[in-house]
């Protein structure tokens, strides 16, 4: 997968431009990133996560899977 870079900024986030969002998602560090598909009543693209969230789920779960932020867990104990 190719490394594309999205810019950011860490900031209180009205909730008024959370409302006018094109895609919506947290991230955590268990669960990596979680796409949202409704905002109050509104559907964000087709009630399935957008491209950029995908992307970035995507690449998130490849990281893990290659070991990273990963504990083993001996399961034959």
């Known amino acids: 997968m190719p490394r594309v ?3 950011f900024a ?4 009205p909730v008024a431009e959370l409302r006018e ?3 919506i998602f947290l991230a955590t560090t268990a669960g990596g990133i ?3 598909s409704r905002l109050d009543n509104r559907i964000l693209g087709n009630d399935r996560p957008g491209p ?3 992307r970035l789920r995507e690449a998130f779960w490849a990281k893990r899977a290659k070991g990273w932020h990963a504990t083993p867990i001996d399961y034959a104990q």
């Open 34 to 36: 979680m796409p949202a």
């Open 5 to 7: 870079r999205h810019p």
């Open 21 to 23: 969002a094109d895609e």
């Open 52 to 54: 950029l969230s995908s």
């Open 10 to 13: 860490v900031r209180k986030l």
